[in-house]
């Protein structure tokens, strides 16, 4: 975030505009009139209209502004304000802290096959080997792609 918390917020108050205006173009009002919560827009009677709700195919493909419209800090909830590390127990003993230390019922692992050098070109892999392996599921090759799909994730690094 030090390094591109600005870029973020910047994209992220570019697409609240882009949601307000399709809000006001749907519901009929100024763009000024209504505010963004929890995910939705509220008209100034109450009326919400999510943001998956406005979303329209292609709307969010547009060319990124490096200055946005950014909401007041005053408003700010969450951004400047304390919050506890609820990451930090499992963190200290050794629990599912991070995305890669989920386990999720019939979930299966894979391993990517790194070349040697950078452009190396896969011009041929006898896979019979690896294929016999227990655990081992499938062999995926696609051009100079190649991976191991298994059963069980393995942390050790082999060469």
Same mark, same amino acid.
């Given at each position: 975030?030090?390094?591109?918390?600005?870029?973020?917020?910047?994209?992220?108050?570019?697409?609240?505009?882009?949601?307000?205006?399709?809000?006001?173009?749907?519901?009929?009002?100024?763009?000024?009139?209504?505010?963004?919560?929890?995910?939705?827009?509220?008209?100034?009677?109450?009326?919400?209209?999510?943001?998956?709700?406005?979303?329209?195919?292609?709307?969010?493909?547009?060319?990124?502004?490096?200055?946005?419209?950014?909401?007041?800090?005053?408003?700010?909830?969450?951004?400047?304000?304390?919050?506890?590390?609820?990451?930090?127990?499992?963190?200290?003993?050794?629990?599912?802290?991070?995305?890669?230390?989920?386990?999720?019922?019939?979930?299966?692992?894979?391993?990517?096959?790194?070349?040697?050098?950078?452009?190396?070109?896969?011009?041929?892999?006898?896979?019979?080997? @690896?294929?016999?392996?227990?655990?081992?599921?499938?062999?995926?090759?696609?051009?100079?792609?190649?991976?191991? @799909?298994?059963?069980?994730?393995?942390?050790?690094?082999?060469?």
């Amino acid at each position: 975030m030090q390094d591109s918390g600005t870029a973020i917020q910047n994209a992220a108050a570019q697409a609240r505009d882009l949601l307000l205006a399709e809000a006001a173009r749907r519901l009929g009002l100024p763009a000024e009139n209504l505010r963004t919560e929890n995910g939705a827009v509220i008209s100034p009677d109450g009326k919400r209209v999510s943001y998956g709700e406005l979303v329209a195919a292609g709307m969010l493909h547009v060319q990124a502004r490096p200055k946005s419209k950014l909401k007041d800090p005053t408003t700010f909830r969450v951004m400047g304000q304390p919050l506890p590390r609820v990451d930090i127990p499992a963190k200290v003993s050794g629990g599912a802290a991070y995305v890669q230390d989920l386990r999720l019922p019939g979930m299966v692992h894979a391993r990517i096959v790194r070349p040697p050098s950078y452009g190396a070109q896969l011009t041929d892999c006898d896979t019979s080997a @690896v294929e016999k392996m227990s655990g081992v599921i499938k062999i995926v090759r696609d051009g100079n792609f190649l991976a191991v @799909v298994a059963k069980k994730n393995s942390n050790r690094s082999r060469r």
